[in-house]
T-cell receptor, first 113, second 117 residues
């Protein structure tokens, strides 16, 4: 049973436009959500996170929105750049999980010049 | 930010041999480290939790005798794939948590691509 779902395996966006990556979760115990970016043959790097006490967190071009009632979060990248092309993983955990994250399968973002 | 170093980044070995992968936290201490495996187009799947000074905790379905984990110091964990077979070919990634305020964040190594011939 997948607790964190990223239903879109891939997304293609034109440079300068907005990229929206979606993530759904099923475990209501999750209270902390993270997005990681991963290039081929490299480990994931932390991008942005949000606590369940918030519904929005912004960091430069990256904004994460959390809708707890829908158990849904999204990552917005504006404006998208070719260097943003990578696989984006949504992850979640809850207090006491000692850092053990539950990952989605990832969405491959391609930003075309 | 915190840095986790993982070596080697790429290894090819013959079937039946053993391969050791190292994971080091460079600028922080990690009493716990995590080992993941990622198959193509799949999510990162947690294999085991490495605990400094004690036995590792393995996820269901992961063979303890095949994937040996040693966490001998606060900055080093090793994963040894024993008697590797082609089906063990995968991308192995380690991570270590470092507290940042309320929550712990995971910092990942760069991964090891294992190919077993």
């Amino acid at each position: 049973d997948q607790q964190v779902k990223q239903n879109s395996p891939s997304l293609s966006v034109q440079e300068g436009r907005i990229s929206i990556l979606n993530c759904d979760y099923t475990n209501s115990m999750f209270d902390y959500f993270l997005w990681y970016k991963k290039y081929p043959a490299e480990g994931p790097t932390f991008l942005i996170s949000i606590s369940s006490i918030k519904d929005k967190n912004e960091d430069g071009r990256f904004t994460v929105f959390l809708n707890k009632s829908a158990k849904h979060l999204s990552l917005h990248i504006v404006p998208s750049q070719p260097g943003d092309s990578a696989v984006y993983f949504c992850a979640a955990n809850y207090w006491g999980s000692q850092g053990n994250l539950i990952f989605g399968k990832g969405t491959k973002l391609s930003v075309k010049p | 930010g915190a840095v986790v170093s993982q070596h080697p980044s790429w290894v090819i070995c013959k079937s039946g041999t053993s391969v050791k992968i190292e994971c080091r936290s460079l600028d922080f201490q990690a009493t716990t480290m995590f080992w993941y495996r990622q198959f193509p187009k799949q999510s990162l799947m947690l294999m085991a939790t490495s605990n400094e000074g004690s036995k590792a905790t393995y996820e269901q379905g992961v063979e303890k005798d095949k994937f040996l984990i040693n966490h001998a110091s606060l900055t080093l964990s090793t994963l040894t794939v024993t008697s590797a077979h082609p089906e063990d070919s995968s991308f192995y990634i380690c991570s270590a948590p470092n507290r940042d305020g309320y929550n712990e964040k995971l910092f990942f190594g760069s991964g090891t691509q294992l190919s077993v011939l």
